[in-house]
């Protein structure tokens, strides 16, 4: 560890420290062969393309393609406060053999077999999808049944809430559970999939070895390719492959991958900027889900319009923090101790209006004058966190980068126990080190002989790095991934 001359007698490492998985592999679980997590891609890229399309009645013939449902007077009344002006809407993949689904082969009833909350900060700025293990054992509360009477609260499979009383069972089983209040549910089955996949011109993926397997029927060689089709379907639901150790949880991280793809290829200028296209992949997906019926064409066309600035590198994808089930090795249970934090920093973020800058004031005759800030864009942070919160640099990294910021480096640096947080900077940075202290109030700005010329450091102490009008920064999941990333970044 090297010692640095900085103010308050600081000290830290130079280089961030390795993280660790939170998560072992889990043993292979029983149940369907079929996936559609990667389906539901569909839904949160049609949400963030949707809004390049503004004629009505474009909008009035994809509104006619969406089958609704009423599911109000199932979701009863003990139900989260709504808290803020975010989207929460859960997303779901029906397993049903029924209709167009038929050609999949028999199944014995109907589950959801994917389950994912996708949140939508106020005002579009950001997106997180947070996918539930299929096989969580979760309290599933009394629902309506599909013959209209009631079950009881049963402790069971979290995919089981949708066989039971369908997708109201399982929007208030996630309710319950994760005390966050939803607004819309959307429903996916996997008929559609090869359709919308083909409307994209297909969807690059990466793999790290050569592919063959029956029973999936998907061939596929080693590194980067561009998948259609068959052979999208065959990656999304195989798990005899070898891809990834044949676990559930091993499967949602590889799948989240596919749908970080398709959120770029979704969002690419070329989508956006060509109405046939973009109508094309609305159309193929409309034709493909279910909704309730206040997801309306006016909601969805005020949320199209928030969601005009977002791009794949404001969505990222997690997995609920998960541990063994102690009664049985082929199932989970939320890890309440990562899971907490996650759940109580969607249910608060709320993105409030952005307060007007302070006056200067009145300065005595001979007193030096505070430096004028530079424009956001004009200033480079190096960011490290020198707490134990797990994350909290990369959270702060991306909100200062929303503001404009360009983010130079994210670390981590140890500090005695009293550490409040820095900004610090470089010779010649006077002036970006105060545009980043009107982001971060309460941190005066302090030159440091170290820093290196027109630098600016932000070292996050046990104060915390608090911008007005941002919700509190989302904790860091193990295995998280984000839509912008590079397919080939974990292969």
């Not at 043993?27 to 399309?53: D, E, K, N, Q, Y």
């Not at 480079?380 to 640099?393: E, F, P, S």
């Amino acid at each position: 560890m090297q010692r640095l001359a900085a103010p308050d007698n600081a000290f830290w490492d130079e280089d961030p420290a390795p993280q660790s998985p939170r998560h072992q592999p889990r043993p292979p679980t029983r149940g369907r062969g079929w996936r559609v997590l990667g389906w539901l891609s569909i839904v949160m890229s049609a949400l963030m393309v949707i809004g390049s399309i503004g004629a009505y009645m474009t909008w009035r013939s994809l509104d006619g393609q969406i089958d609704r449902e009423n599911v109000d007077d199932k979701l009863g009344d003990k139900r989260p406060a709504k808290l803020n002006n975010s989207m929460n809407i859960l997303l779901m993949g029906s397993d049903t053999r029924a209709g167009e689904n038929a050609r999949y082969g028999a199944e014995g009833g109907e589950r959801s077999d994917t389950t994912i909350l996708l949140h939508i900060s106020p005002g579009g700025e950001r997106a997180i999808g947070i996918s539930f293990p299929r096989d969580t054992m979760v309290q599933i509360p009394s629902c309506t049944k599909r013959d209209g009477g009631k079950s009881v609260p049963q402790l069971t499979m979290m995919n089981a809430a949708y066989s039971i009383g369908g997708p109201a069972c399982t929007w208030k089983t996630i309710e319950a559970t994760t005390d966050i209040r939803i607004d819309h549910y959307v429903e996916v089955d996997f008929s559609g999939f090869k359709r919308v996949v083909d409307a994209l011109d297909g969807v690059e993926i990466c793999v790290p070895k050569a592919i063959n397997d029956p029973k999936a029927e998907l061939v596929l060689k080693k590194g980067r390719q561009t998948v259609r089709g068959d052979q999208a379907l065959g990656y999304v639901r195989t798990r005899t492959g070898g891809l990834g150790d044949g676990s559930d949880l091993s499967r949602i991280q590889r799948q989240q991958t596919f749908m970080a793809s398709v959120v770029q290829k979704a969002t690419a200028r070329g989508m956006l900027t060509d109405p046939g296209k973009a109508y094309g992949f609305l159309s193929a997906a409309t034709k493909s889900i279910k909704a309730d019926d206040r997801l309306t064409l006016s909601v969805m066309q005020k949320l199209a319009g928030s969601l005009k600035g977002m791009s794949a590198g404001k969505v990222r994808f997690v997995t609920v923090p998960v541990q063994a089930y102690p009664q049985d090795k082929n199932r989970v249970q939320f890890n309440m101790a990562l899971a907490k934090p996650l759940f109580e920093a969607v249910k608060q973020d709320n993105t409030l209006p952005e307060p007007a800058p302070p006056p200067i004031p009145a300065q005595r005759p001979g007193a030096k004058v505070p430096a004028r800030p530079v424009q956001p864009s004009k200033v480079q942070v190096a960011i490290y966190n020198a707490t134990k919160t797990d994350g909290l640099g990369q959270r702060t990294a991306d909100q200062l980068e929303e503001k404009g910021f360009k983010i130079a480096k994210v670390g981590t640096k140890k500090a005695s126990a009293g550490f409040r947080t820095q900004i610090l900077y470089g010779t010649g940075a006077e002036r970006q080190a105060a545009a980043l202290a009107a982001a971060l109030p309460g941190h005066p700005p302090k030159p440091w002989a170290g820093g290196k010329p027109g630098l600016v450091y932000l070292v996050i102490g046990k104060d915390g790095a608090v911008m007005p009008g941002e919700g509190k920064p989302l904790p860091k999941i193990n295995g998280e991934v984000r839509a912008d990333r590079d397919v080939c970044a974990q292969t």
